[in-house]
């Protein structure tokens, strides 16, 4: 059986047992995937998320990949329009939210036509039925009704008349007209619920919660999540329950959250670790601008945000503020990341520290606006005029974005540069349980302050810590330390313009240096290789979940494969040569035409495999498994 | 302590072209600052890219010679990163109104707290020599052998436009009035605009001879001051008159002492500043000099202080172990 299951934990003991609760029969198993898929206007991100949530609270692992349309208001009923939200629980440590649905909620035509097929053939089938009209059919481009003619032989087929039941359920809660059929996202929720087992308990409290300040539209979404579990309860045709009990995960407290909001939250950690106040400056872009959302509700930390006029000006306010003193951040997706550059040498070359989040999308240019990539690490890594080396670290997961902002602002003030932190649209909408950290133990972050002048009495803004090669930060506001910065050249030392050739050389190898310097400043790349393996197998930012699962798929069919994860790309961690030499043939998944490949063939001199796939949606976990396979001639 | 002009320069050679206006202008700049009760510290001067651009290496205070047209942007993040700090924005007419022309509009109407000098040349100094989008239709340069054809902004209808709170025009020349202006701009609290006539003596010369010509500039000078009547002339025999919406410039003794325009740099409304300001679209024939407009309205800076403020006070400072949980948590035991 393919299993994206953790490496480093065994197999499940007997899935697939089935038992019964009074007359309902109920198979367990040790994973499930669930994908809900509506109209963008029918709520399925709002389904999934609460579904979510109750996994997670009654204590199953998960991941989730949520698929939004580009355009907001794709016409109703149309295959663009057409939004889902896709969640694998389980009750051991998995990794992906998986590659196949056993369980498809379709709230119309359009929506069943785009993920038919990739439901299981045993998969289960919740339907809309009364979505299922004429108009809707076209729409769709079915000629005849699937519901009808044979395209669900052999699935579990369930046609529930949401709609109907959603009125009847919302009446006397005070919302009417055509306003009433928007609560049917919680009457499928409510049935979703039942069959799982789960009771309803969370969900409505969120909703209380969420909705108390409307009452009307509270009651609606109560009765019709109700409704929808009732409707499981009494429903003949409802004789199956699935079980997926709670995983054993590690000891620890545990939340569920995106890689967004971990990320804002590790730029917060980190302006309190360093007592620095934050400032994130940002122009709305998918999928970066949750994190302006998330940081602005963050003010009682001393947060300030700043929505510029465009990523130039974000770039440039963010700068100016780590000029200030400021812990500075800048977000964006790929387009804005071209717009800064100019901003970030400028940074590069006065010696600021700040960073730069580039949540990558599908591009080149607007691209695949709602969609992951990794195409984005060259113009990260070389993405400027000049020589302007600096450090680039990506994250790996939703919940790994909160450790990386810490480390990027680490890197970033303690060797005053500019740091750029990779995430994608995979990582920032898809979430995962974390362990929370112990947070009062997480390390301080030191700040080289000037603190008085350096040189007699005065201060000379470009003499440097012979261990890190960085200069002293000094803030306006600090007497007797008043100095300028520039982007001309400056001689080492003073700072002054300076057009000398041999000091150019000497400030451009300065620059370089330092950041090369950073290599032995961070942890070395961990591998796993218990077999002693010919074949290593790289990940970089979030194809983590889908080549480790791959790897351990691989393992169990026979593979010896060695497997470790990249976080630190620029510069590469210091142990990259001896682990590349360790093996004979090394295979890099990247999510774009082959970048990091290049990189290592280009910097370590060695043969690399690149397996590339730029087609918007991550990897699956089979699919690393079987290129695996067919490198090791299995 | 009180400080000096000396105190206000650096050990850095300055490198204007003998002759360029640049140098009256700082000269008067350091002269305001060592008379103001203000520590050193607390000032930062941000500039673009060009020849007025190089200014803050030679002011003693903290500084940025950024990059081409950004300064606005990055003064926002000084000024609004730390409230207290006095930020003043350096640029030329390309650095402000070509590259750099969306920043600033963007921060007139913010109202960020800080001052903005545009020293207008009405041309590319640094890269010896284009047209600027100041220069008057027509203009030869290297880059329009045959005459430019763009059509140039007036600054101020610009500025007044992006809804700034403050914007005036002084002249290199004038070092009294231009002193009088760099003193009304600092004190008013939010973005104020100066802009001033400087003179390239390089690849512009006497672009501004109609308001600094002995001969000609009490013909031209039209000096607004709050509340006083709006007349010039060598003998004050012109005024500036309504004429439907518009303001005219009319001989004073054809027209009845209660049609002249009194200025009100206060007034809530900034048509009649614009209207002024259209007086003259360039520094050709009579042109108003002075302060257009002067209004309070709330400061961004201040106000995104006063949140994070209220916010604290409402909530407690943030506690992190706090933050994480925000969503609900479970435990495993
Ligand atoms: C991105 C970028 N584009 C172009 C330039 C070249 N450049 C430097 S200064 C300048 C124009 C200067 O004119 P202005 O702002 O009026 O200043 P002045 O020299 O007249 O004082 C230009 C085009 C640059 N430095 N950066
Ligand atoms: S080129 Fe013109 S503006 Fe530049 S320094 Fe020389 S005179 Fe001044
Ligand atoms: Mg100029």
């Not at chain 1, 395209?151 to 359920?169: I, S, Y």
């Not at chain 1, 717009?339 to 040498?345: A, D, H, N, R, V």
């Not at chain 1, 695949?368 to 890594?381: G, I, R, W, Y």
């Not at chain 1, 008085?452 to 000379?460: E, H, I, R, V």
């Amino acid at each position: 059986m393919d299993s994206d299951h953790n490496p480093v934990n065994p197999l499940p003991e007997a899935p697939g047992v089935t038992g019964t609760n009074g007359g309902v029969s109920v198979d367990r198993t040790d994973r499930m995937v669930i994908r809900f898929a509506g109209d963008s206007g029918d709520g399925m991100q709002l389904a999934g998320n609460r579904f979510t949530d109750a996994a997670a609270i009654f204590g199953n692992d998960l991941a989730t990949l949520p698929t939004f349309p580009a355009e907001i208001r794709a016409p109703a009923g149309t295959l663009p329009g057409v939004s889902s939200f896709q969640l694998q629980i389980a009750d051991w440590d998995i990794l992906t939210p998986g590659d196949r649905p056993g369980v498809l909620v379709a709230m119309n035509p359009a929506a069943l036509k785009v993920h038919l097929r990739d439901l299981r053939e045993d998969g289960i089938l919740l339907i809309n039925e009364e979505a299922f009209d004429e108009r809707n059919l076209h729409k769709a481009g079915f000629e005849t009704n699937p519901l009808e003619d044979g395209t669900l032989t052999g699935f579990d087929v369930h046609r529930v008349p949401m709609e109907t039941l959603t009125k009847e359920a919302v009446k006397g809660s005070g919302v009417s007209g055509r306003a009433v059929l928007r609560s049917k996202n919680f009457l499928a929720l409510g049935l979703l619920l039942w069959m799982f087992g789960r009771d309803t308990k969370v969900t409505a409290d969120w909703v209380r919660k969420k909705f108390g300040r409307i009452e009307p539209v509270m009651n609606a979404n109560l009765a019709a999540l109700k409704a929808g579990y009732n409707y499981g309860i009494t429903t003949e045709s409802f004789a199956r329950q699935i079980e997926v009990r709670p995983a054993t995960l590690p000891p620890g407290t545990y939340t569920n959250v995106n890689g967004n909001a971990a990320l804002s939250w590790g730029l917060v950690a980190a302006s309190v670790l360093s007592g620095l106040p934050l400032f994130y400056a940002s122009y709305p872009i998918t999928p970066a601008s949750e994190i302006l959302h998330e940081l602005v509700r963050h003010r009682n930390f001393g947060v300030k945000t700043f929505q510029a006029e465009d990523e130039i000006a974000a770039a440039g306010a963010a700068l100016g503020a780590a000029f200030a003193g400021s812990l500075a951040v800048t977000g964006t997706s790929g387009p804005g990341l071209s717009l800064k550059g100019e901003t970030i040498s400028l940074a590069m070359i006065t010696e600021m520290p700040m960073i730069i989040v580039d949540v990558q999308r599908g591009g080149p240019s607007t691209g695949l606006p709602t969609k992951p990539e990794q195409s984005d690490l060259f113009l990260a890594v070389w993405g400027r005029h000049g020589e302007s080396p600096l450090p680039v670290i990506a994250a790996s997961s939703p919940s790994d974005a909160f450790e990386v902002a810490i480390e990027a602002a680490r890197i970033a003030v303690k060797y005053m540069t500019p740091v750029i932190l990779l995430s994608d649209g995979y990582i920032a909408t898809g979430s995962e349980p974390w362990r929370l950290p112990d947070i009062a133990s997480l390390p301080r972050l030191g700040v080289p302050f000037a603190t008085g002048p350096n040189a007699g009495d005065k201060f000379l803004p470009y003499l440097r810590d012979l261990q890190t090669m960085s200069r002293r930060w000094a803030i306006p506001g600090m007497p007797g330390l008043e100095h300028r910065i520039g982007g001309l050249e400056k001689e080492e030392g003073t700072g002054n313009v300076s057009y000398d050739p041999d000091n150019h050389q000497l400030m451009t190898d300065i620059r370089a240096w330092k950041v090369a310097n950073i290599a032995n400043d961070i942890p070395e790349v961990e591998v796993d290789d218990p077999d002693g393996a010919d074949l290593l197998v790289l990940s970089w930012g979030s194809t983590y979940s889908a080549v480790k699962a791959g790897v351990g798929n691989a393992r169990r069919k026979g593979a010896k494969v060695a497997y470790a994860r990249i976080r630190y790309l620029s510069p590469f961690p210091p142990n990259m040569p001896t682990v590349l030499s360790s093996y004979d043939q090394v295979l890099i998944p990247e999510m774009n035409n082959g970048q990091l490949s290049r990189m290592v063939k280009a910097e370590f001199v060695r043969p690399v495999i690149s397996f590339s796939k730029v087609e918007g949606v991550p990897f699956k976990f089979g699919e690393i498994s079987a290129k695996i396979m067919e490198i090791a001639g299995r | 302590m009180s400080y000096t002009r000396v105190d206000f320069q650096t050990d850095q050679e300055v490198r204007w072209c003998p002759g360029c206006g640049d140098y009256t202008i700082l000269a008067a700049v350091q002269n305001f600052f060592a008379g103001l009760d203000i520590k050193r510290e607390n000032v930062v001067f941000v500039s673009g890219i060009g020849c007025a651009a190089r200014f803050p290496y030679y002011m003693n205070t903290y500084g940025m010679h950024a990059i081409h047209g950004r300064a606005p942007a990055i003064a926002t993040g000084v000024a609004v990163a730390n409230p207290a700090l006095s930020v003043w924005v350096v640029g030329g007419d390309g650095d402000f109104l070509s590259i750099g022309g969306n920043h600033l509009i963007h921060a007139l109407r913010r109202n960020i707290d800080m001052t903005l000098l545009l020293f207008n040349n009405q041309i590319y100094g640094l890269t010896k020599g284009q047209y600027s989008p100041t220069s008057e239709p027509g203009k030869t340069t290297k880059s329009s052998p045959g005459g430019s054809i763009d059509y140039p902004f007036n600054p101020v209808s610009l500025a007044l436009g992006a809804e700034a709170t403050f914007v005036a025009r002084t002249l290199d020349m004038d070092r009294n009035h231009t002193t009088a202006m760099l003193k009304a701009a600092h004190a008013h609290r939010g973005s104020a605009l100066i802009e001033i006539y400087q003179n390239c003596n390089v690849f512009n010369d006497k672009a501004f001879i109609q308001l600094t010509g002995k001969a000609e500039r009490y013909a031209n000078r039209i000096d607004l001051v709050h509340g006083q009547p709006v007349v010039f002339g060598a003998d004050k025999e012109k005024a500036v008159v309504w004429d439907g919406g518009r303001a005219t410039i009319a001989d004073r003794n054809s027209v009845h002492p209660s049609q002249i325009i009194v200025h009100d740099a206060h007034a809530e409304d900034a048509s009649a500043a614009f209207a002024l300001s259209r007086l003259a679209h360039g520094p050709y024939g009579p042109t108003p000099l002075g302060i257009f407009r002067d209004v309070y309205r709330p400061v961004y800076d201040d106000a995104l202080q006063e949140a994070v403020t209220r916010s604290t006070a409402a909530r407690g400072s943030g506690d992190l172990g706090k933050l994480v949980t925000s969503l609900g948590t479970w435990t495993v035991e």
